[in-house]
C-alpha cells in the first residue's frame, strides 16, 4: 500500500495522520491490521549501535508509532505482546544516517544577480522525484541538509529533510516548533564566491559585503522592535532581511562553506562579531587550526576526499581532519556534498575519516548523532533511543566496513528502502534508470 | 667527508638488497589467492630474486626486513592523467591534460608534460600505486598521448625513465568531447567522420611513407605518425565511450581500419558484453564510485563483476577528475568493486596483473614474481578495506613512501 500523502505542515499532526494510514494498512510484514491498533514492530537479534551508548549484541529494536519504543539487550528490553518479530540474527542495525551538507533533488539557491541573497529557498526548487533522493535512501540516509551551491556569500536559505517517500517537498520537509521549514542559511567564503561583479573579487571585499549586510539586518531588527507589533510602524518587509534577523537571533543556523585556515578564521571572526550560530561545512584545513575552531566552540561539517586539490583552497585537505577535530572534543560531522561524493558512500566517507584516525565509535557518529546535533534534530533522530524517531538502517555488516550493504532504510517507523525491491536494487547498485542525464552544475562541480 | 656522500648513495639512491615478510602475500600468479606467511626478496638491481612461503624462502642473514599484515605487488592505475592534471586545478599553470586548441591533436606527447613532481603523484604513491599509465585526458576527440610510469619518477630525462614513452593514443567519443556554439565537433556523427577522415589521411601518409625511396619520403608530419603507431597496431587506440552507442561506433571504426582498441570508461558495457568480447576488446572500466551523470548515468557498481563474469579482460583505474577531488585512487575503486560482486583477489588483479597485462607490461610489473621489478605496497589489513592503510611502499627495490595513508 501506498502510504498516505499529508499536507498538514506540522510535524504532530503528520505523525497522527500516519498513525491513521498505519491503522488502515496492511504493512510489508504481511500482519493484517484492523483492530485500529498501532503496529509494533520488533527488530530482534541483530547487532545494535545505538551510538548514545555502547553497542550489544542480539540487541532488540521496539517500534511503534514511528517511533523507537525501546532499544537494547535482549532480557533487558521488554517485546510487547502481539508485536511482529523481526528475525535480524546476522544483521546490525545503526540509526538512519544524517548528511549535513547535500544538492540531492538538484537545489538552487540566489541566482547570478548578486552574492547575497538570503531570501532564495531551496524549499522552492528541489525535485522530490529526482533519483539522488531514492539513492539516498539506499544509502541509508534518512535525513539530510539540502543546501543550494557555494557560488554565493549568502547562496539562500537550506532545508532539512526526512527523506521520506513523498511527492511533494512539504511531505518530506522537517519542521520548527512554530510551523516555519526547519534550515539554515547556506554562506560561503574563499574562491567559490569570488566572482565577476557584481560578486566581490577578494576576500577582503567578500567579508566586507557580509559584514554591512549583517548591519543592515540589525537595522532591519531594530525597527521591528521599535514598531513594537504596531503593524503601521513596521517596515516594509524584506524577504532577505527576515532571514538575516533570524540567523542574528539565533533561529537560524549558519552553514558556512570555507576551506583554508584563513578563511576558517574568517568565519570565526564574523560569528565573533555577529553573534550567530555557525557550522562550518568542509573545512579542508581543520587540521590547521583545530585549536581555535574548538576554543570558538563551533561544530564542524567536514568532508572526506580521496585526494585533496582541484582547487587551491583544498590542496592541503586531509584526511586527519576528523581525527584532529575528535582530539579537540569538537562535535564533527561528516558529510557527503553529493555529487561530490554519492549519497551511497556516506558510511564509506565515515569509514575514510576513521582511517584518517577518528575512533570508530566517532566515525559513525559523525554521519548519525553530530550530524543531528549540528542540524538541532538530536531530540529526534541521530540515536537509537527510546522516543526519537524510528528513523534506522539495517545493515549486512558492521558500519565502516566496504564490504556492508545497506539492506533496509527506515524512516519514522516505514520501510523506504529494500535492496530485495528490484526498484530499490536498482537505486543501491546502479545500472539503466538510477542516474542523472544531466551533470551536476551545482557550484562549482561540473568545469 | 667522503664517507657521507657515499652513505647517502647506498641508502637512498641505490636500490638495497631488502626482504619483504607478510602474514598475507598476494603474489599475484596462479589462481590470484593469497598464500599466507610469505616472503619477497629483492635484489640489489631492483628486481625480485626470489618469492613464495616463508618455509621455502629463506632470508639470507643480514638482509634488512620489511614487515606488514598484507603485501600486494606495487599498484597499477590502468588510467590516470595525474602529473598531468595538477593538484590546484588551474588552467594554463598545471592542467595540462587538455590541449583545447583543435580536437585532434595526436602529435601532443604525455612525455613532454608530465609533472613527477606534483603533490598527487605522491598521493597516489603514498596509496601503494607505484605505476600510473597517464597522459591527456579524455575530453576532446583525440587529446594525445598516453604513456606509462612508475610514480617515483619526478622528472621523464631518458627513455628509462619511463615503462613506455608513447602507450596509446587518447581518444573520445560522446557528449565528453562534443562542443556548442557552432565548434566542431558538434555531434556524434560528426565526432566519427572527423576521426575517419583523419584514419584515412593517416594511412595515405603510411603507405607514401613505406612506398618512396629513401630520398624521396614525404614531410615529417607529426600529427600523421601518431595516427600511423595506431594503424600499424604499435599502439591502441584508447577511445573514451560511455554510451552503448558511443562503444558501438568504435567497434565500428576499429573493424573498419583494423586498429587495437582499447575502451576506457564504458559505462554502458555491461550492456553489450556479448558484442565487446566477440570483438577481443579489453576495458579499463571506470571508477567504481564515478558519478552516475552525464554519459555515465546507467553506471552500476557491478559492472566490473559483470565483465569478470562475462570474460572480458578488463582493469580498474582512477581515470580523470575536473573538480573536487582531483583524483582517485584505483585501491578504492577495487575496494567497491570486491564489495558489488567481484571476488576480491580479482578485484586485486584489476589494478596490478590485469592492469599490466592490459598495458603490455605482465613480464616487468604487476605481479610478485622473481626478475619482476620489486615494487611492493605493504598495508596493515585488508588492503581493500576503507580502514586499512597501506604502511610503506617500495618501488624498485627502494622505500618510497613509508607515511601511514
Known sequence: ?????????????????????????????????????????????????????????????????????????????????????????????????????????????????????????????????????????????????????????????????KLREGKTIEELALRNADGGVAGGLKMANGTNSIRSAPFPGTRGKSAALVRQSFLKARDYQKKVAAAGGDAAKLPDRDLGMETMVEVLEGKRVVHHHTHRADDILSVLRLREEFGFKVVLHHVSEAWKVADEIAAAGAGCSIILLDSPGGKLEARDFDLRNGAELEK??????????????????????????????????????SVTLAGARLLGLEGRTGSLEAGKDADFVVLTGEPLSVYSRVEETWVEGKKVFDLERAEDRLMAEGGRGAGDAEISTTCCFSK | MRAIPLLFLTTAVLPAQMAVR?????????????????????GADGKIVKAGLASEVVIPEGWPVHEAAVVTPGLVDARSTAGMSGILNWDL????????????QPE????????????????????????????????????????????????????????????????????????????????????????????????????????????KKPDRDLHLEAMGAVLRREVPLIVTADRHHDIAAALRLSVEFGFRLVI?????????????????????????????????????????AKLQEAGIPFALQSGYEAYVPKTRV??????????????????LAACTIRAADLLGLKDRIGSLEPGKDADL????????????????????????????R
Open chain 2, 330 to 347: 584505483v585501491l578504492f575503486e577495487a575496494g567497491m568493486a570486491a564489495a558489488h560482486g567481484l571476488a576480491p583477489e580479482q578485484a
Open chain 1, 328 to 365: 579537540r572534543g569538537v562535535v564533527t560531522a561528516v558529510h557527503t556534498d553529493d555529487p561530490v561524493t554519492d549519497s551511497r558512500w556516506l558510511l564509506r566517507s565515515a569509514a575514510l575519516a576513521a582511517r584518517g584516525g577518528m575512533s570508530r565509535e566517532k566515525a559513525l557518529e
Open chain 1, 1 to 161: 500500500m501506498k502510504p498516505i500523502v499529508f499536507l498538514v505542515p506540522t510535524a504532530v499532526l503528520a505523525v497522527a495522520v500516519l498513525r491513521a494510514a498505519v491503522g488502515e494498512t496492511t504493512e510489508t510484514g504481511g500482519r493484517q491490521v484492523g483492530d485500529g491498533k498501532p503496529v509494533v514492530k520488533v527488530f530482534a537479534g541483530a547487532r545494535l549501535h545505538p551510538v548514545s551508548s555502547a553497542p550489544v549484541d542480539d540487541g532488540v529494536l521496539v517500534v511503534e508509532d514511528g517511533k523507537i519504543k525501546a532499544a537494547g539487550a535482549r532480557g533487558a528490553v521488554v517485546i510487547p505482546e502481539g508485536a511482529e518479530v523481526i528475525d535480524c540474527r546476522g544483521k546490525v542495525i545503526i540509526p538512519g544516517l544524517v548528511c549535513t551538507h547535500s544538492h540531492i533533488g538538484g537545489p538552487s539557491g540566489g541566482d547570478m544577480s548578486g552574492p547575497i541573497q538570503p531570501e532564495a529557498r531551496v524549499l522552492d526548487s528541489i525535485d522530490v522525484r529526482a533519483t539522488s533522493l531514492p539513492r539516498a535512501r539506499a544509502g541509508g540516509l534518512t535525513t539530510v541538509n539540502v543546501m543550494p551551491g557555494s557560488g554565493h556569500l549568502v547562496s539562500g536559505q537550506t532545508v532539512y529533510l
Open chain 2, 377 to 404: 605496497a605493504l598495508y596493515d589489513g585488508d588492503p581493500l578495506e576503507t580502514t586499512s592503510h597501506c604502511i610503506k611502499v617500495i618501488i624498485d627495490g627502494k622505500v618510497v613512501s613509508e607515511v601511514k
Open chain 2, 108 to 215: 601532443l606527447r604525455a612525455v613532454d608534460a608530465f609533472n613527477g613532481r606534483d603533490p598527487l603523484v605522491q598521493w597516489l604513491r603514498e596509496f601503494g600505486v607505484t605505476t600510473i599509465h597517464t597522459g591527456h585526458a579524455p575530453g576532446e576527440l583525440i587529446s594525445g598521448q598516453t604513456m606509462v610510469l612508475k610514480t617515483n619518477v619526478e622528472s621523464v630525462t631518458k627513455k628509462e625513465d619511463v615503462l613506455n614513452g608513447f602507450a596509446g593514443v587518447a581518444a573520445t567519443l560522446g557528449s565528453g568531447s562534443l562542443k556548442g556554439e557552432g565548434k566542431t565537433p558538434g555531434t556524434r556523427a560528426k565526432s566519427v567522420a572527423m576521426l575517419r577522415a583523419d584514419l584515412i589521411k593517416a594511412k595515405a601518409y603510411v603507405e607514401k611513407v613505406a612506398k618512396a625511396e629513401a630520398d
Open chain 2, 22 to 42: 607478510a602474514t598475507q602475500l598476494h603474489l599475484m600468479t596462479g589462481d590470484l589467492k593469497p598464500i599466507v606467511n610469505g616472503v619477497v626478496l629483492c
Open chain 2, 93 to 104: 599553470r598545471d592542467q595540462e591534460q587538455f590541449e583545447h586548441s583543435a580536437p585532434l
Open chain 2, 264 to 304: 576506457d570508461s564504458g559505462a554502458d558495457v555491461w550492456m553489450m558484453a556479448e558484442e565487446v568480447k566477440k570483438a577481443g576488446v579489453p576495458v579499463i572500466l571506470h571508477p567504481t564510485m564515478a558519478r552516475a551523470a552525464g554519459d555515465k548515468e546507467n553506471l552500476t557498481f557491478g559492472a566490473a
